[in-house]
């Protein structure tokens, strides 16, 4: 992972069942001024369909410190208490431990013979979701590794029974990775 040039986005959106551990349905847009304008300007020539749910009207609103519907309050409470433990942590510790933890895992990839790695080159491989061929039964690891207290999640489309899709992200400790993989090796 390497440093962003903030300066090179003009809008970021990602929801917060990810990185930040939370229960889905909460998406967060972040909109920098080159957005803004461009949008003012789609709108200005027609090109934009300017509808109760737009970005300029979300700005307007806004500004007003208001909501265009009732948010989900509880997942947002939730969501700034996940940011101050990232921020109390540190970017540099939390770049650390995903490095470690996807190090860990690729190891038992490695290590198991009925695993592989799914994206061959390394450098090309997401240290916070670990995709691995699997050639043994899917749904009996998935199954197993539940009863362990573990969710991990199956291939997309036609991968669906023959990868398993492991999350690395913040909110998992190194001991809880490393636990897992414990497991995953008596499966």
Same mark, same amino acid.
């Given at each position: 992972?390497?440093?962003?040039?903030?300066?090179?986005?003009?809008?970021?959106?990602?929801?917060?069942?990810?990185?930040?551990?939370?229960?889905?349905?909460?998406?967060?847009? %972040?909109?920098?001024?080159?957005? +803004?304008? $461009?949008?003012? /300007?789609?709108?200005?020539?027609? *090109? !934009?369909?300017?509808?109760? &749910?737009?970005?300029?009207?979300?700005?307007?609103?806004?500004?007003?410190?208001?909501?265009?519907?009732?948010?989900? %309050?509880?997942?947002?409470?939730? +969501?700034? $208490?996940?940011? /101050?433990?990232?921020?109390?942590? *540190? !970017?540099?510790?939390?770049? &650390?431990?995903?490095?470690?933890?996807?190090?860990?895992?690729?190891?038992?990839?490695?290590?198991?013979?009925?695993?592989?790695?799914?994206?061959?080159?390394?450098?090309?491989?997401? /240290?916070?979701?670990?995709?691995?061929?699997?050639?043994?039964?899917?749904?009996?690891?998935?199954?197993?590794?539940?009863?362990?207290?573990?969710?991990?999640?199956?291939?997309?489309?036609?991968?669906?029974?023959?990868?398993?899709?492991?999350?690395?992200?913040?909110?998992?400790?190194?001991?809880?990775?490393?636990?897992?993989?414990?497991?995953?090796?008596?499966?």
């Amino acid at each position: 992972v390497t440093d962003l040039n903030f300066s090179l986005i003009d809008t970021a959106y990602f929801s917060v069942q990810k990185c930040f551990g939370l229960p889905a349905g909460l998406g967060v847009w %972040i909109v920098g001024p080159k957005c +803004l304008e $461009k949008a003012g /300007e789609l709108e200005r020539r027609g *090109g !934009l369909n300017v509808t109760y &749910r737009n970005l300029l009207t979300m700005v307007a609103h806004g500004q007003e410190y208001q909501t265009i519907e009732t948010p989900n %309050i509880l997942n947002i409470y939730l +969501l700034g $208490k996940v940011v /101050e433990d990232m921020l109390m942590k *540190g !970017l540099d510790m939390i770049r &650390r431990e995903s490095k470690y933890k996807a190090a860990v895992m690729g190891q038992m990839i490695q290590e198991l013979g009925w695993l592989s790695h799914f994206v061959e080159d390394p450098k090309l491989r997401s /240290e916070t979701v670990v995709v691995a061929k699997c050639s043994r039964n899917i749904s009996e690891i998935i199954h197993t590794l539940d009863t362990h207290g573990f969710v991990i999640g199956a291939g997309y489309g036609q991968y669906k029974p023959e990868h398993i899709r492991i999350s690395n992200f913040p909110t998992h400790s190194k001991e809880l990775v490393e636990r897992f993989t414990d497991v995953l090796s008596l499966v």
